[in-house]
């Protein structure tokens, strides 16, 4: 059977379109949106429309509705929510060049805590996963695909679903990223090293060994990616 979906509704075609305006600048932070009739006529919509594109937007974090006063556009690094951060996670065009580097600071400050919080709870799940790794093919591809199953798994097994749902909301960007990242022998190396010895912190039931090597790990791989976007930066 072919992979149908539904087409766009025209609510949700003027919300993206409004998004592309706040993210290029056309109405940036801070700034009032046109009276809903103007605004309507802009985006060629109707006021039913346009409003139930709003309402979305107010309730993602972007946008601020006053009745009686003009809406304004949210300053959504500081007022946004995790819905704003999954948009740009899967919208590479609107990520400023901070938001790749702070979101790998990000996983590096929560990896390592539920890396030990599945090891000090099911150590052996953890030992089989990385058991499985050992003879991993050499390919951007696999170590990107096996890298987010990993990290997938340690999250459930950290007991937290939060941290599940984290991951989770970042895995697109991290599909586009990792065939980059790991195309970098380097990145590899280093990544085959990290399962090897995860695996023996698993093997030994040792929590606080697998909270230091994911550490390091995911502290290295912020100057893994700096390296790959200052060589793309010398390119263009």
């Not at 953890?126 to 058991?131: D, I, T």
């Amino acid at each position: 059977m072919p992979e149908w979906s539904a087409p766009q509704k025209a609510a949700e075609i003027t919300e993206r379109r409004l998004l592309d305006a706040v993210l290029d600048g056309t109405f940036p932070v801070g700034s009032k949106l046109p009276p809903e009739r103007e605004l309507a006529e802009m985006l060629g919509v109707t006021r039913p429309t346009l409003r139930e594109a709003l309402q979305r937007l107010s309730r993602e974090g972007w946008i601020e509705i006053h009745h009686g006063r003009s809406t304004r556009v949210r300053n959504y690094w500081q007022e946004g929510n995790l819905l704003i951060l999954n948009y740009l996670a899967k919208t590479p065009q609107a990520q400023p060049p901070s938001f790749v580097p702070n979101l790998l600071d990000v996983r590096a400050t929560i990896a390592p805590v539920f890396t030990r919080l599945a090891i000090l709870r099911d150590p052996e799940a953890v030992e089989r996963k990385l058991a499985q790794m050992q003879a991993l093919p050499d390919t951007a591809q696999d170590f990107t695909a096996t890298d987010i199953e990993l990290q997938r798994v340690l999250t459930i097994l950290s007991g937290n679903p939060i941290y599940t749902l984290i991951f989770n909301g970042f895995e697109e960007l991290y599909r586009v990223m990792g065939p980059l990242y790991f195309s970098l022998e380097t990145a590899r190396n280093r990544s085959r090293r990290f399962y090897q010895q995860l695996y023996q912190a698993a093997r030994q039931r040792d929590a606080d060994a697998g909270e230091r090597l994911t550490l390091e790990m995911m502290t290295e791989s912020i100057h893994i990616w700096e390296t790959i976007r200052n060589k793309g930066e010398q390119t263009e």
